[in-house]
């Protein structure tokens, strides 16, 4: 499975950003969640966000109320809708899938898109 991550960039405190994260294979399968983390250099990849199915989500504290995950389960992408940012987000931002397949499943990275909060 590979996953094509996008939608990072710089924005002003304040802005907003939504990332994709779009899942494909040339083997058939499902999305059963999507992780968000992010990581700056030299700190711990940390988890942010995260939608399962049924549309459950968890929110780490510092984004609740501003970040919403989501999935296109037709598309097999995920977003991850990012309003009223701050500094402190700025971030390389990595999206985390969980798959079924026929007779397998597992769990892949994206390569991580940059997101920079900055005036």
């Known amino acids: 499975v590979q996953l094509q991550a996008s939608g990072g960039g710089l924005v002003q405190p304040g802005g907003s950003l939504r990332l994709s994260c779009a899942a494909s294979?040339?083997?058939?399968?499902?999305?059963?969640?999507m992780h968000w983390y992010r990581q700056n250099p030299e700190k711990s990849r940390d988890l942010v966000a995260a939608v399962g199915r049924g549309e459950s989500t968890w929110y780490e504290d510092s984004v609740r109320g501003r970040f919403t995950a989501s999935i296109d389960y037709v598309k097999k992408t995920a977003y991850l809708e990012m309003k009223n940012l701050r500094p402190e987000d700025t971030a390389v931002y990595y999206c985390n899938v969980a798959v079924n397949g026929t007779t397998w499943s597992g769990r892949f990275w994206g390569r991580g898109t940059l997101v920079t909060v900055s005036s």
């Open positions: 294979s040339g083997n058939t399968f499902t999305m059963n969640s």
